[in-house]
């Protein structure tokens, strides 16, 4: 099946697990696909991995709070395959886990910008170059639907970026251009670890555990769980979806 033959996607946060899956999806369905992230020698493994697998893939490093490296990110996508039909706004980071007194603001503000500064710029450079038709998804989180204790720098970020999703579609929809988010409950990744661990030092299988009990599923999502959802949104099957939040955290929310 090639759901995506002759199309171009661009994923930042490009070299992380859902990025990097993603990516990988798209491309074994035909899609050309440019990488973006501010770690270059994460890039280039990735890419290298594409490639010995036959896969259609490049890179770009950026740092995405950086207006000029948007724009040159997407100057690059439209140089190497002529035009851009698939967003993925996925570039972000968990910050630390700290209650709102204790929270450094120079953390606040550094996950501001690249959880929400970051999408805001990749919409402004991407919009005015992505084809009629195409779709856009965000990645915004479960955390984007309720508060959780410690992480208020998070739990911001990602509530703003469902916001920038649903203007954004009010704008685009006379375009045909789908913009949705994809709201991920717990995943089994870096991210995960990291956070497990800010909520409880020296003891994240016992948050893991204690999480796991929360998910009528009873597991943590796969990176490819996420994928499957972004790739549903990317595609013409859901040619009817837009302006969204689209939830994959096993029946947590429920």
Do not use: W
């Not at 171009?8 to 074994?28: D, E, P, R, Y």
């Not at 919409?123 to 989180?141: F, H, L, Q, T």
């Not at 916001?163 to 949705?180: D, F, H, Q, S």
């Not at 499957?228 to 029946?251: E, I, N, P, R, T």
């Amino acid at each position: 099946m090639e759901r995506f033959k002759n199309k171009v996607a661009i994923i930042t946060g490009g070299s992380g697990s859902i990025g990097f899956n993603t990516a990988k999806q798209l491309a074994k369905e035909g899609a050309k696909i440019l990488l973006v992230d501010i770690d270059e020698d994460a890039l280039k493994e990735k890419v290298e991995t594409a490639k010995s697998n036959d896969l259609e893939m490049s890179y770009a490093v950026a740092d995405v709070t950086k207006s000029k490296d948007v724009e040159q990110y997407v100057e690059t996508c439209i140089e190497r395959y002529k035009k851009i039909d698939i967003f993925f706004n996925n570039a972000g980071i968990e910050g630390v886990v700290k209650p709102i007194q204790e929270y450094p603001e120079e953390e606040f503000d550094k996950v501001i910008a690249v959880n929400v500064k970051g999408v805001y710029l990749g919409m402004k450079y991407v919009i005015p170059k992505i084809e009629d038709g195409g779709s856009i998804v965000i990645s915004s989180s479960v955390a984007g639907l309720q508060g959780t204790a410690g992480m208020i720098g998070y739990i911001t970020s990602k509530h703003a970026t469902i916001g920038i999703m649903r203007t954004a579609a009010l704008e685009l929809g006379k375009r045909k251009v789908r913009v949705n988010t994809i709201n991920p409950g717990v995943v089994d990744n870096r991210m995960m670890r990291s956070l497990e661990d800010g909520l409880n030092p020296g003891h994240g299988d016992d948050v893991k555990e204690n999480f796991e009990k929360q998910i009528p599923l009873g597991r943590y999502a796969k990176p490819e769980d996420i994928t499957q959802m972004a790739c549903f949104l990317f595609s013409d099957d859901a040619s009817y979806c837009h302006g969204s939040v689209f939830v994959v955290d096993g029946g947590m929310q429920a």
